[in-house]
């Protein structure tokens, strides 16, 4: 979905913003569809004793970071004007970045 948002920078055109949430919502859609999956997965991988503790901060770090990279982003895009793109292009490595790391753990067996 980045590649997407990305082209509409190049877009001069009144309904841009409606193509950007459409984007950002399927975004969003896809994300949490594959969250499900990932937490049965990882309460397989942690150990019983530690899962509580391990998810709460897990939890609390996700949050931060998100956080922390929203007020980030928009500090960028307010200074960065047309340089937008640039902050695509960088949230599209760190995904790639992170589904590479994804798929380099180990999965258990079924």
């Known amino acids: 979905m980045f590649l997407p948002m990305l ?3 190049f877009v001069h ?3 841009v913003g409606w ?10 859609i896809s994300a949490a569809l594959t969250s499900p999956a990932w937490g049965s997965i990882m309460a397989e991988v942690v150990p019983e004793h530690l899962r509580g503790r391990y998810f709460s901060l897990r939890g ?26 640039l902050g695509f292009c960088h949230s599209f490595r760190r995904r790639l970045f ?13």
């Open 60 to 85: 609390r770090y996700s949050t931060l970071s998100n956080t922390i990279a929203f007020l980030a982003a928009g500090v960028f895009s307010h200074f960065s004007g047309a340089q937008i793109a």
């Open 13 to 15: 055109s009144a309904s």
């Open 98 to 110: 992170s589904q590479n790391g994804l798929d380099r753990a180990a999965h258990p067996t079924l």
């Open 19 to 28: 193509w950007l949430v459409l984007f950002a919502t399927i975004y969003s």
């Open 7 to 9: 082209a509409l920078t």
